[in-house]
């Protein structure tokens, strides 16, 4: 098959999105497209056009220009009504109640397990069983605060209903470990300390708003080794990033990481928004009130280095996820990053991390 042929059956067969370019990944544009950092792993990338459909999922797909710039008409599109500052300020001041009304509705059903978690972030893998045997917890009785005998501390930010903190607990036996979890809704911390794995003596979850400056969290500055944020600085106010990462950061032990997965620019998630669903530029609000933002890679670069963490990866997640039964491409583009605190920094206090903007 030619290349103009393979071109032409993408056109044809791709109905629902106007992309008309075959994906290619090649080591050369893999490297091209995350600035020379490559992803960790190319699981199944799509070699053969004619076979797209039958696998769910393509790894790793590039974009050409007129998809980008097709992408980029899309956005425009449902990004020229923006909604009033009233609704926008009942958005921002509501949100634990929308993600209430979302956990209550879904309970535990939405959220899948994140089994992902070791393959891309490796680092938490290194704390994982190393035999059969699990050794008791260290006796928690006279601990000034949760945790504090533990030599690894894990904290996750907005962990929702616990889809990465228990398959941590479950993968894990060292008993020096301990995972901490919160969230901004109620509801979701409630279903975590309800699950049959909650054990207070390896974790503790709790009601935060991370984006909230006041907000007293339940460990002392430099004591994490690592910051987990999945899929939730997308629902913070963009003009909130940077003082929660900052803040978040002066609580890692120097050496200690933050982990980060979230949406892309472009994802399909974002071009399947309707006008008069945005907010600000790639913030908007979805049907059930809960809030999205979609990132840019430099955006991100430019978020963790002003928080003072140097990067050890930021690469952009192309997918090509296939509804076989329906003949549907779906275009899925995710950010992952590893930030980290230099080991020489000096613990800063909590009081002195509003740096300027
Ligand atoms: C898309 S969900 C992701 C949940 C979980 N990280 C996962 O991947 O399964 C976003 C989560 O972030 C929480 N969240 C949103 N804003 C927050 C904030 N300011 N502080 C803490 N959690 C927040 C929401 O309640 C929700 O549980």
Same mark, same amino acid.
């Given at each position: 098959?030619?290349?103009?042929?393979?071109?032409?059956?993408?056109?044809?067969?791709?109905? !629902?999105?106007?992309?008309?370019?075959?994906?290619?990944?090649?080591?050369?544009?893999?490297?091209?497209?995350?600035?020379?950092?490559?992803?960790?792993?190319?699981?199944?990338?799509?070699?053969?056009?004619?076979?797209?459909?039958?696998?769910?999922?393509?790894?790793?797909?590039?974009?050409?220009?007129?998809? $980008?710039?097709?992408?980029?008409?899309?956005?425009?599109?449902?990004?020229?009504?923006?909604?009033?500052?009233?609704?926008?300020?009942?958005? $921002?001041?509501?949100?634990?109640? %929308?993600?209430?009304?979302?956990? !209550?509705?879904?309970?535990?059903?939405?959220?899948?397990?994140?089994?992902?978690?070791?393959?891309?972030?490796?680092?938490?893998?290194?704390?994982?069983?190393?035999?059969?045997?699990?050794?008791?917890?260290?006796?928690?009785?006279?601990?000034?605060?949760?945790?504090?005998?533990?030599?690894?501390?894990?904290?996750?930010?907005?962990?929702?209903?616990?889809?990465?903190?228990?398959?941590? +607990?479950?993968?894990?036996?060292?008993?020096?470990?301990?995972?901490?979890?919160?969230?901004? !809704?109620? /509801?979701?911390?409630?279903?975590?300390?309800?699950?049959?794995? %909650?054990?207070?003596?390896?974790?503790?979850?709790?009601?935060?708003?991370?984006?909230?400056?006041?907000?007293?969290?339940?460990?002392?500055?430099?004591?994490?080794?690592?910051?987990?944020?999945?899929?939730?600085?997308?629902?913070?106010?963009?003009?909130?990033?940077?003082?929660?990462?900052?803040? +978040?950061?002066?609580?890692?032990?120097?050496?200690?990481?933050?982990?980060?997965?979230?949406?892309?620019? %472009?994802?399909?998630?974002?071009?399947?928004?309707?006008?008069?669903?945005?907010?600000?530029?790639?913030?908007?609000?979805?049907?059930?009130?809960?809030?999205?933002?979609?990132?840019?890679?430099?955006? +991100?670069?430019?978020?963790?280095?002003?928080?003072?963490?140097? $990067?050890?990866?930021?690469?952009?997640?192309?997918?090509?996820?296939?509804?076989?039964?329906?003949?549907?491409?779906?275009?899925?583009?995710?950010?992952?990053?590893? %930030?980290?605190?230099?080991?020489? /920094? +000096?613990?800063?206090?909590?009081?002195?991390?509003?740096?300027?903007?």
């Amino acid at each position: 098959m030619s290349l103009k042929q393979i071109f032409k059956f993408f056109k044809t067969s791709a109905p !629902s999105l106007s992309y008309s370019r075959c994906i290619f990944c090649t080591s050369e544009t893999l490297k091209n497209s995350n600035n020379g950092k490559r992803p960790p792993r190319v699981n199944r990338p799509l070699l053969d056009a004619n076979k797209v459909f039958q696998f769910n999922n393509w790894d790793n797909v590039d974009w050409d220009e007129e998809m $980008e710039s097709d992408a980029r008409k899309k956005v425009e599109a449902n990004s020229t009504i923006k909604l009033s500052s009233d609704e926008q300020e009942k958005y $921002e001041k509501d949100a634990n109640k %929308y993600w209430d009304a979302f956990y !209550s509705q879904h309970q535990n059903r939405f959220f899948k397990d994140r089994n992902w978690l070791f393959t891309e972030f490796a680092e938490l893998a290194s704390h994982r069983n190393s035999s059969s045997d699990s050794a008791d917890p260290e006796t928690t009785s006279n601990e000034t605060y949760p945790g504090e005998k533990a030599s690894t501390r894990i904290f996750e930010v907005g962990c929702g209903v616990g889809n990465t903190i228990f398959p941590l +607990l479950e993968a894990n036996n060292d008993p020096h470990l301990f995972v901490y979890g919160c969230d901004l !809704s109620a /509801t979701a911390i409630q279903i975590v300390k309800e699950h049959s794995s %909650y054990d207070p003596n390896r974790c503790h979850a709790f009601v935060a708003d991370i984006s909230d400056q006041q907000t007293q969290l339940p460990f002392p500055p430099a004591s994490l080794d690592f910051i987990i944020l999945i899929f939730v600085l997308s629902a913070i106010k963009p003009d909130k990033m940077l003082d929660t990462i900052r803040r +978040l950061s002066a609580y890692l032990k120097p050496g200690g990481m933050v982990l980060f997965r979230d949406y892309g620019r %472009y994802d399909m998630a974002q071009l399947r928004i309707k006008k008069g669903k945005c907010l600000e530029d790639n913030f908007y609000i979805r049907g059930d009130g809960t809030r999205v933002y979609f990132f840019k890679q430099d955006e +991100l670069r430019e978020l963790f280095v002003k928080a003072g963490l140097a $990067e050890e990866q930021c690469y952009v997640d192309r997918r090509l996820q296939v509804n076989r039964g329906r003949q549907l491409k779906m275009f899925r583009v995710w950010i992952q990053c590893k %930030y980290r605190l230099n080991p020489t /920094t +000096l613990p800063r206090s909590i009081d002195n991390v509003h740096g300027s903007k």
